[in-house]
T-cell receptor, first 112, second 115 residues
Framework: KQEVTQIPAALSVPEGENLVLNCSFTDSAIYNLQWFRQDPGKGLTSLLLIQSSQREQTSGRLNASLDKSSGRSTLYIAASQPGDSATYLC???????????FGGGTRLMVKP | GAVVSQHPSRVICKSGTSVKIECRSLDFQATTMFWYRQFPKQSLMLMATSNEGSKATYEQGVEKDKFLINHASLTLSTLTVTSAHPEDSSFYICSTSSGGPNEQFFGPGTRLTVL
């Protein structure tokens, strides 16, 4: 059974810092991995999708990497802003279908 | 990305009543829809996978007679929480997919509070 773990569970940083969020998964046989953002009481916004054959994806200040063999992904946020404060979730799509397995999330607070 | 809506966004009901939550895919035909539940400060847990025109597939531990799912068209899936109890209070989120290992798009969620 696929298990997804995110470290740290919570993170508080001053504005402007570059930061890295970590995601690990136990079964390396995945189709793809997706990073989401969730604001309090809201649904999920997709940030980046990395296919299993890819090593990284970039969107603006966000860069996500994938090392499938070691079961790890990182989300790098450059020059963090207070508006980046949210919970960040990673999810992997399992090999046998289209189901997503989510990690526990990292609650990020960027202080002005 | 695709636009997914949910209705209602928030519902409060009395214990023992049934509540229906709608999930609509507004701009593409969703052959598959997923229903998730999220308790406070926890991650999303998949409840069931809904395929248009066929019975939903429920995850282990999810009572299919309590959480009724109907996916009657390519744009609408409904989740009915029957005989709701306070422990069913949660944030319910749906997502849609056009099929295959493609990106999922999530609705804004429905906050259910059972008194």
């Amino acid at each position: 059974k696929q298990e997804v773990t995110q470290i740290p569970a919570a993170l508080s940083v001053p504005e402007g810092e570059n930061l890295v969020l970590n995601c690990s998964f136990t079964d390396s046989a995945i189709y793809n991995l997706q990073w989401f953002r969730q604001d309090p009481g809201k649904g999920l916004t997709s940030l980046l999708l990395i296919q299993s054959s890819q090593r990284e994806q970039t969107s603006g200040r966000l860069n996500a990497s994938l090392d499938k063999s070691s079961g790890r992904s990182t989300l790098y946020i450059a020059a963090s802003q207070p508006g980046d404060s949210a919970t960040y979730l990673c999810a992997v799509r399992r090999n046998a279908g289209n189901m997503l397995t989510f990690g526990g999330g990292t609650r990020l607070m960027v202080k002005p | 990305g695709a636009v997914v809506s949910q209705h209602p966004s928030r519902v409060i009901c009395k214990s023992g009543t049934s509540v229906k939550i709608e999930c609509r895919s507004l701009d593409f035909q969703a052959t598959t829809m997923f229903w998730y539940r999220q308790f406070p400060k926890q991650s999303l847990m998949l409840m069931a996978t809904s395929n248009e025109g066929s019975k939903a597939t429920y995850e282990q531990g999810v009572e299919k007679d309590k959480f009724l799912i109907n996916h009657a068209s390519l744009t609408l899936s409904t989740l009915t929480v029957t005989s709701a109890h306070p422990e069913d209070s949660s944030f319910y989120i749906c997502s849609t997919s056009s099929g295959g290992p493609n990106e999922q798009f999530f609705g804004p969620g429905t906050r259910l509070t059972v008194l």
